[in-house]
């Protein structure tokens, strides 16, 4: 994994990432965070988080992180990391060090991972927070209102009932404990603003399906992958 700074990229150390992390007393980490606008703008709301946002695309990263790196005085943020990196990575350096963790609508290849589910990208999901850490996942719920669409990429029927009857148990074996499932409407409803997010919901009829819970440990027999422990950053 690697941090990105506008254009630049950087080794992502977990040593570097433990000192920057323990001035803050909360951490969130957002998977496919996109233009990761979701993050800086949690971050410039939330001062006393350390807030990380991973994407597999390093050009996506490439203007709000650059804006996050300038002086505060031009909208820098000290509190802000951006990482390169795909979820089925997870957790490498970003063991154990999430207070909150995110997916806010997923696509591709980790949109197919949630709802299947892929139990190595749970189990990954899993291994990056700590504990009793918040997660949240928001999915664009519109493309499985659409069957033949949802199966042209490949994706399994969802509806609030199959997430309560398979993707609960599939979660918990992961070690991540889904406590809530709603079905949003508007975007105005929805937890909280992502680009990503406003661009699917504004204007439209798109519907949002929220999964939301703590993490946990995961079942006997399922892997956490996270290597060394977890780790402290506050």
């Not at 197919?112 to 996942?137: N, T």
Request: aromatic content about 6%; charged content about 20%.
């Amino acid at each position: 994994m690697q941090t990105v700074r506008g254009g630049k990229t950087f080794l992502l150390e977990r040593d570097a990432l433990v000192a920057a992390g323990s001035a803050y007393p909360v951490c969130l980490v957002d998977v496919g965070t996109g233009d990761g606008r979701f993050v800086y703008r949690y971050a410039r709301e939330h001062p006393d988080t350390f807030a990380i946002g991973l994407d597999p695309v390093r050009e996506a990263l490439r203007e709000t992180s650059a804006r996050a790196a300038k002086k505060p005085a031009r909208g820098g943020l000290p509190n802000v990391l951006f990482v390169m990196g795909a979820a089925e990575e997870l957790p490498g350096p970003l063991a154990g060090v999430a207070d909150v963790l995110t997916v806010n609508y997923p696509w591709g290849s980790l949109l197919k991972a949630m709802v299947e589910p892929v139990p190595q990208v749970l189990a990954g999901l899993s291994a990056v927070a700590r504990p009793g850490a918040r997660v949240s996942i928001l999915l664009n719920y519109s493309v499985f209102e659409d069957a033949d669409y949802a199966l042209r990429l490949g994706l399994p029927p969802l509806s609030p009932e199959r997430a309560r009857e398979e993707l609960i148990p599939a979660y918990g074996a992961c070690g991540i404990e889904i406590e809530e499932v709603q079905l949003f409407d508007s975007s105005d409803a929805v937890p909280h603003r992502t680009s990503w997010g406003q661009h699917l919901l504004l204007g439209s009829k798109r519907r949002t399906l929220l999964l939301a819970g703590r993490s946990g440990s995961p079942q006997p027999g399922q892997s956490s992958r996270a290597e060394g422990g977890s780790m402290t950053v506050k």
